[in-house]
């Protein structure tokens, strides 16, 4: 028995059973959100909604632009772009999801990690292109790593904030009850498993900065084999780069440098862009709210007025 129908069953037998007709024109979804011929009411408290579970491809398509001007940045085919690439971003999707990239500051609107990651990815790859990498290598070695070194700026700006998942939020359903681990499976395919449409968020306490220790696990999970082979195939100097920068452990370094300014870069420019008062989207676990998802319940089942 989950909390909300307890609670329902609760304020039936207080206040009994009363009946009221909606107004001509307006409407209650299953979630309890009035409409007004097709219009959303806003309501206060916001009612929390939650995050739609969509599929990776729905993802990809809502970022197709931004995914195309990362392919533009590097010096890959669109053959080896889609092969080696793309089924990374992919998987980095699948991984965060329509996540924010935090509660109050920047990308904090669903779908916020994803595209902070895809913006990372194209500032860091852009900056690439005037860094010189492998200086200790031969000129030939050099010429031949350029490409895998800029994609592995590539790679560092995308996967900066990778830990989050596992550091900065609970993600449950909406009883709170069936909770996700991220080390364990895609958000996608832990909906799948418990048939979960919808997903809350509870963001962790003393968070800060966190997130960097858990980057190299997730690393693990997130890199393909194919995106690996092509690293290695360069030595292990340039995968060993992209690890020390993504997990906090060489901000001094050429890499690192690029990723951190690319990060700062794609913050600020959605605080500039895009600055939401925060109730826009309401996205969290509402355990605070289950007295008003009972009342709209019974308003909406016609038995309180």
């Not at 195309?68 to 080696?84: C, E, P, V």
Request: net charge neutral; charged share 25%; hydrophobic share 40%.
């Amino acid at each position: 028995m989950s909390k909300a129908s307890d609670m329902l069953k609760f304020l039936r037998k207080i206040i009994g059973n009363k009946t009221q007709e909606p107004a001509s024109g307006i409407s209650r979804n299953a979630e309890g959100v009035v409409f007004e011929n097709g219009i959303e009411v806003p309501q206060s408290p916001p009612f929390a909604k939650g995050i739609e579970v969509v599929s990776r491809e729905a993802l990809i398509e809502s970022q197709r632009e931004l995914i195309d001007n990362i392919y533009g940045t590097l010096s890959l085919s669109r053959a080896d772009f889609d092969k080696i690439a793309l089924p990374l971003i992919k998987r980095y999707a699948g991984w965060v999801h329509l996540l924010p990239a935090s509660e109050a500051h920047h990308h904090k609107t669903a779908g916020g990690l994803f595209r902070h990651g895809l913006e990372a990815a194209f500032f860091a790859a852009q900056a690439s292109r005037g860094c010189v990498f492998g200086t200790g290598s031969t000129p030939t070695d050099r010429r031949n790593n350029e490409p895998r070194w800029r994609l592995a700026a590539m790679c560092a700006g995308l996967l900066h904030d990778i830990g989050k998942p596992l550091t900065d939020v609970v993600v449950t359903d909406r009883t709170g009850d069936i909770r996700w681990y991220p080390h364990l499976s895609m958000i996608n395919e832990w909906a799948d498993e418990n048939s979960i449409t919808r997903y809350f968020l509870k963001w962790t306490d003393r968070r800060h900065k966190m997130h960097e220790t858990f980057s190299a696990p997730m690393l693990g999970n997130i890199m393909t084999p194919e995106v690996m082979h092509y690293f290695f195939q360069g030595g292990p100097e340039i995968y060993a780069a992209l690890a020390d920068a993504v997990c906090g452990l060489s901000a001094a370094k050429p890499l690192a440098k690029i990723m951190i300014k690319a990060d700062q870069s794609s913050v600020a420019k959605d605080l500039r862009e895009n600055r939401t008062s925060g109730t826009d989207f309401e996205y969290g676990l509402p355990i605070e709210r289950f007295i008003f998802d009972a009342i709209r319940s019974m308003i909406n089942s016609g038995q309180w007025t």
